[in-house]
């Protein structure tokens, strides 16, 4: 039955070659001998499979037949295969070369009678019919559209070509294809072709394979010999050769689409997880239904440019697609995932050359810490694609010092195309972060969030993952969201002190307060000329060649600076400002002896919250206050933050260390404190003294109250 579409095959690398296998060689997979075979088989609906042989009976190809669950019928071609290198000779799923030899050649090209040969389509018909041994019977390989794609010069030495054709369109055509080639093409007598008929009660799809209609009373043999003349049964077969002929023509113009198709495909390489065409050339990327649009003059059929060619074994496919420094340019693995890198390196070639200018800028900027900012980009140059676990922060509330200037001879020597040398705040952390790609290097100016504690936490965070994390979600509008691999390092520049939120936790900024003046028109017109001229050379060379004096510090925390601290201790809630006013006059919550209880250096998260808030009227969460707890406490000897203690009434509340700041009473409480079982920490913390009367403390009033009884 003529119900399969034209085999697909995938192509022979150009390591290997086709080679013939012996007599009666099969792959390995179809000895059935073995269960685990058969099982595996089953698994991939295996149906049967035939041997193709040359004339001398070594095996040239196997077809594989399977059955999907829809009931349609497809094909896997098998060769053997010999590699050009070693030698080494193995079975696989690959293309015969065509001419394809036709079936049952070796006994064809045996046979010396050679008086009828029956062709049909498909070796379940062929074998059916073969098995009545009344004729030489032969069929091609892959079904009705590759008829032509096999030798049939043995076929034309019969004295008779009987042609049995599936009772479908497909088989019909098959076999007038067949016939005007042995006529046209292999000078085969066309008064010696013969065709067989079928009338209605054959059912669409018949073949040889199948039984004869039940209200037949002959046999297939007498259905084969009542074949009659080509020329009898086809009277218009000159119209149907030039409906074929149409149909080669238009396949030559396809096939001229295809050429140009694969090309293209050249230059193309598909990216899964985006669903779009990556243009290798031009480095950009295209949506597939776009890259349809764009190629509609090469449509085939009803398929798109793009749909073709992901139908097409040799095009390139990659999960993902990156930008990365350490890997060669093209497709790649890392940890098992395949990405088209687009990397391309840095434009400018090093030059040896002065690099006054760039060294007395730096001075100039950074007095004492030159150095260290040198260090910082000579390392993110000679490591591209290693992501630095902080960034610098450049602060200088004057303007036109160098900053531009600094920052512009770094973004050169990367290559404009792998660095962003002027990106503001509120578009990096934008929703739509898609400015990272391809980067490698980032100067982000105007960092300036508001004052308002909570918003410029929030806001701070917003920026971390950038800085150190090795994937970013990427979201652009009307494409699909993706993880981009982060290779990029940094430098931010504000105008402001205390610009952003930090605290003596962090770790991913190294701060730098900038105090200089703003130089002469003089001054930076040299500077200019040099960075405009032979200075990105001569500094891709320095940058290259300077000795990285410690590679660890670029993968820990970001050195602490003076000014690191100033920012953090700016940045902190304005409740820890009063918090540490009251703890340093023992006054407010730590009085020793107040309306709440006596504060003897132990200090609970929900007591303090009500003495704050209730006593003192200031207002904060639980949460800032937890924060300033832990930054204040001293660890318990177990090194924990916080130590479980057992109350009067049986609850169990977790109890910080808040231990004075001299070195006297520090110790004293210290020991005093960790000495005491759960149980006296319990009472020690519950102490309350209570006095008639009433005092005021910090301006706030007390109820009177008596001893022993509140008010």
Known sequence: MSTTAPMKFKPVSENWETILGGKDETPASFDFSKQSNINAKGKQNYEAHYVYTDEDGHTAFVVERKTKESGDKYFTLHSKQRHKGNHSEKWMAKQYPEPRPIYNLYKLATDRTKINLVVVEGEKAANAYGALNLHKVTTWACGAYAVLQNDWNV???????????????????????????????????????????????????????????????????????????????????????????????????????????????EDCCYIEELNEILRLSKDTLVPLPHFNNSYAYLKMGQKGAGTYLL??????????????????????????????????????????????HWEEQLMYMFGSDADFMEQYFAWCFQNMGEKAMWAPIWISEQRGIGKNWVTNLICKAYG????KPNLKYKNVVSKFPDWIIGTQFAVINEIFIQNRHDKKMEMSEEIKDLITELFIHIEQKFRRSFDYYNTCNFVLISNHLNCMYINNEERRYWIKVMNCQEMDRGYWAEKWKWAEGEGPAAIVHHLKNIKIKDKGIYKFRAPQTSDFKEMAANSEHPIFRWLDQQFEEESGPFRRENKYKNFNFLAGVTWLHTAVTKGFSQECSQDVLKDWLKRRCTKWTNGELTKQIVMSDGTRPRVYMIL???????????????????????????????????YSDGGSKFGAYKTGTDK
């Open 416 to 419: 404009m195309h792998n660095a």
């Open 155 to 265: 076929a034309a030495q019969y004295d008779k070509v009987i042609l049995c054709p599936d009772n479908d369109v497909n088989g019909f055509m098959a076999m007038h294809k067949l016939a005007k080639h042995l006529v046209e093409d292999l000078e085969y007598d066309i008064g010696n072709l013969k065709w067989v008929e079928y009338d209605e009660a054959y059912s669409d799809g018949w073949d040889l394979a199948d039984d004869i209609p039940a209200d037949k009373n002959y046999s297939k043999d007498k259905l084969v010999h009542s074949s009659r003349n080509y020329v009898e049964v086809w009277e218009d077969y000159k119209k149907k050769w030039t409906e074929i002929d149409a149909i080669e023509i238009n396949k030559e113009v396809n096939k001229d689409k295809k050429l140009r198709l694969l090309e293209i495909g």
């Open 311 to 356: 139908e097409q074994e040799t095009t390139k496919r990659a999960d993902k697609f990156i930008y990365h420094p350490k890997y060669p340019k093209g497709i790649i693995q890392i940890d098992g995932i395949s990405y088209a890198n687009r990397f391309r390196g840095p434009n400018i070639i090093g030059k040896h050359g002065s690099v006054a």
């Open 660 to 694: 004075p700041k001299d070195s006297t009473g520090k110790e004293y409480w210290y020991k005093h404190l960790t000495s005491k079982t759960d149980t006296q920490l319990g009472e020690l913390y519950g102490e309350k003294k209570v006095y008639e009367g009433t």
